[in-house]
């Protein structure tokens, strides 16, 4: 499988640091970032659930698209994430 222990952990590093930026840059400071966590467990949870899951699925696909479904899976969980985060 193309998914493999570095690439999990690359990954996981990376949507975590995007979230932390959303949170700091955008969602208005880092008292904001603060207070957000402790509201958002169960949202960040189930965003990592999602990334994941789409990123096994379509890791399946031919090689050459590979880099394509990554990519989708990246503007999609972000894209979620800093939509829904508003409603918390």
Do not use: D
Request: charged share 10%.
């Amino acid at each position: 499988m193309i998914l493999n222990r570095r690439l999990f952990y690359i990954l996981l590093v990376e949507l975590f640091l995007s979230m932390l930026f959303y949170n700091i840059v955008i969602g208005g400071g880092i008292n904001e970032f603060y207070r957000m966590q402790k509201q958002c467990i169960a949202h960040l949870i189930s965003n990592f659930l999602v990334f994941f899951c789409l990123f096994y699925i379509l890791s399946f696909l031919p090689i050459y698209m590979h880099n394509y479904s990554t990519y989708f899976c990246h503007y999609f969980c972000i894209n979620w994430y800093s939509r829904n985060i508003s409603y918390y």
